[in-house]
């Protein structure tokens, strides 16, 4: 069974960054997973963040965030990062992220796995 575990959110001002980290601790590995990260904030839906393949091969994230966070794979350390730069306040929520087979995917039904979010506060 996959175990996706995030850590690193926090309170920021604006302008300020955060890593987020997720991590499989169930030993398993991820060569064949695709992984996701998304967000939701007090009474709104879950949204897509961002997604790469476990190759690091073909990011993809969505406008709100493009140029602003960025992903990247430790396979050693069998963790996924978000990177989080220029933060704005409407970036404040609580970040997840999920795993699934093979190919990336912007929607959240299609991600098997899910982590148990990590709250991101950014101040203005």
């Known amino acids: 069974q996959v175990q996706l575990v995030e850590s690193g959110g926090g309170l920021v001002q604006a302008g300020g960054s955060l890593t987020l980290s997720c991590a499989e601790a169930s030993g398993r590995t991820f060569s064949n997973y695709a992984m996701g990260w998304f967000r939701q904030a007090p009474g709104k839906e879950r949204e897509f963040v961002g997604a790469i393949k476990w190759s690091g091969r073909s990011p993809l994230y969505a406008d709100p965030v493009k140029g602003r966070f960025t992903m990247s794979i430790d396979n050693a350390k069998n963790t996924v990062y978000l990177q989080m730069n220029s933060l704005k306040p409407e970036d404040t929520a609580v970040y997840y992220c999920?795993?699934?087979?093979?190919?990336?995917?912007?929607?959240?039904?299609?991600?098997?796995?899910w982590g148990q979010g990590t709250q991101v506060t950014v101040s203005s």
């Open positions: 999920a795993a699934r087979y093979l190919t990336i995917a912007t929607m959240t039904n299609a991600y098997h796995y």
